[in-house]
């Protein structure tokens, strides 16, 4: 798993944490957020399923539930990073 540098460092001198417990808790997190979008889709529909909401509150609460929760990034082809750059 790619951990950027800059990242590591910041969590480094704000926490206090050498290198190597750095490296792990920053692994940790993005681990813990590897889900993708449709796995958290399907998992949250789930679990709301499970305590009996229905449907239709169920889909606007995962709507604005996404807003604030981190998942993995779809994979983008070489084209679709060329669209996002060049329009």
């Not at 590591?8 to 206090?16: A, D, I, T």
Request: hydrophobic residues 40%.
């Amino acid at each position: 798993m790619y951990v950027d540098p800059l990242l590591l460092r910041h969590v480094q001198e704000s926490s206090g944490l050498d290198a190597a417990q750095a490296q792990r808790l920053v692994q940790d997190v993005l681990a813990f957020h590897e889900e993708s979008v449709e796995e958290w889709v399907r998992r949250r529909h789930a679990e709301l399923k499970t305590y009996g909401a229905k449907n239709e509150a169920i889909f606007a609460r995962l709507r604005e539930e996404l807003r604030q929760t981190v998942v993995a990034p779809p994979e983008l082809s070489e084209r679709q990073l060329r669209r996002i750059v060049y329009g």
